[in-house]
């Protein structure tokens, strides 16, 4: 590590090599562990709370309430989509090359890395995903966010990105999200709405246990009509 000491003046390496620094220090199935969650682990995850969040905003009373709630979910992975497209143009105007090729004595964990650094698409997908999960219900998207944290540390433990990399995703990610969440959600709500009132695809909006509790009420408030209680129908039927 001496020979790193004139790195020592840039925030964003140092911190690299702090970070980093621990998978040297690990034992090496712990490497493989980090390496198999920060490039697989956390996103399968992020799609197991999108899951969990789906099977959760269907459960809500109110039709509308499930109807917004689906179609906010729906926005998270599309999201992501558009953030790691508009990704696309930064990275060839940037053309960062990724930090093991400029800096020596970093241990990489995971092999192919070719393209350029900035910002990190793992970064960008987990925060987009996990921004669009916490407008579609708080709690799960709380977890959401903190699992795009760890995919951000993760990233930098596996040496395949500087810190500013994966702040970059941070920010590109939430910024398309938040930013495109009420065209999307203006987009989305009435094709929703549509599936929800469709034979075959309502449940996938709503459960069914739900819809039914909701109909009870709707069903008994009906009046029956009841022949002979007006004023003078008996004085006629006498």
């Not at 964990?109 to 900035?118: A, E, I, N, P, Q």
């Not at 910024?175 to 996938?204: D, E, F, K, Q, Y």
Request: proline share 6%.
């Amino acid at each position: 590590m001496a020979g790193l000491a004139s790195d020592g003046s840039n925030p964003d390496v140092s911190l690299l090599y702090d970070i980093n620094g621990l998978a040297r220090d690990a034992p090496p199935w712990f490497d493989r562990v980090m390496g198999f969650v920060g490039e697989y682990g956390i996103m399968l995850a992020l799609v197991l709370v999108a899951l969990w969040c789906w099977w959760s905003v269907r459960r809500r009373d109110g039709l509308a309430d499930s109807v917004s709630g689906v179609a906010s979910l729906v926005w998270a992975p599309l999201a992501a989509g558009v953030a790691v497209l508009v990704n696309i143009p930064i990275r060839g105007f940037v053309e960062r090359p990724r930090p093991f090729n400029d800096h020596q004595g970093l241990d990489v964990l995971v092999d192919g890395k070719t393209d350029y650094s900035f910002v990190s698409d793992h970064a960008t997908l987990a925060m987009a995903i996990g921004v669009g999960i916490f407008i579609a219900h708080r709690k799960l998207g709380l977890v959401a966010i903190a699992l795009a944290f760890a995919e951000g540390f993760c990233r930098v433990y596996m040496g395949v990105h500087y810190p500013t990399d994966v702040i970059g995703g941070f920010a590109l990610g939430t910024a398309v999200a938040l930013l495109l969440a009420p065209l999307a959600h203006a987009l989305l709500t009435p094709l929703v709405s549509a599936i929800a009132r469709s034979r075959h695809g309502g449940r996938l909006v709503r459960s069914r246990r739900v819809a039914e509790r909701s109909a009870v009420p709707e069903t008994l408030d009906i009046p029956e009509p009841r022949i002979g209680s007006g004023p003078g129908e008996n004085d006629l039927a006498a």
